[in-house]
């Protein structure tokens, strides 16, 4: 019976026109750019990302109704009809108001901590597309190379399995290092927490809360029999 009523408040909420998508929602169709600025000031680097917490919601949240091309990189990560997972991509990384860098030298971001679960991805929607695990997620290394991408502004997708549900946070460590990769000395790392609200698919609140209603139906039943 549950299932029944879920099937159908979940089939009417979806819009006529619907379409495959052949590139992946940005920061602007979330809510707008939430920058985490880094400089660096001498010989001290900073990061400091501006105010405001970015939600990771599924596809069928950001785009009801839609799929993603099944060519697309991102497709069997974050497809409705794959493993649907719960993506942002508000946090961008900008070298902003920063003193030149010393010659030869580059900034590395490396993951810290981060809630279980939670990954990051570099992505292109330009041709060649691209949808890279980093940070640690999928077996990548740690450390990932912002010097390749010349400091400019970037905006890696974070994503967190279907299902999920509640808050999320990750620390980030900006490194000063030399083409190499090697730290610079005299230069201490940056670090920075940057957290999430994490909205699964309403279908999965729905089945979640049916779940619920089921167990304490049961229980009140168990009690019944009991006295």
Known sequence: MFK???TITTL???????????????????????HINVALNGATLTAAPETGTPD???????????TLDPV??????????QAAGLFNSRFGLVLFESDPLPVDTKIMVSWVSGTPGLGA?????????????????????MSWDWGTVSHGMTHPVFVM??????TASV????????????PVPGYAPAQTTVGF????????VLLSMAGGALLMRRRRHSSAFRS
Do not use: C, H
């Open 4 to 6: 029944s009523i879920i």
């Open 12 to 34: 009417s909420a979806l819009p006529i026109g619907a379409t495959v998508l052949t590139t992946l929602p940005g920061p602007m169709d979330q809510g707008g750019m939430i």
């Open 56 to 66: 990771l919601k599924p596809l069928s949240s950001w785009k009801p109704g839609d």
């Open 72 to 81: 697309s990189p991102w497709y069997a990560t974050l497809d409705p009809a």
């Open 121 to 141: 991805f570099r992505w292109r929607n330009s041709a060649p597309q691209l949808f890279d695990p980093i940070l640690g997620t999928g077996g990548s290394a």
């Open 161 to 166: 399995p279907a299902g999920s549900s509640g």
């Open 171 to 182: 620390t980030l460590a900006f490194t000063l290092t030399d083409s190499a990769g090697v």
């Open 197 to 204: 609200n994490v909205i699964p698919e309403p279908s999965a």
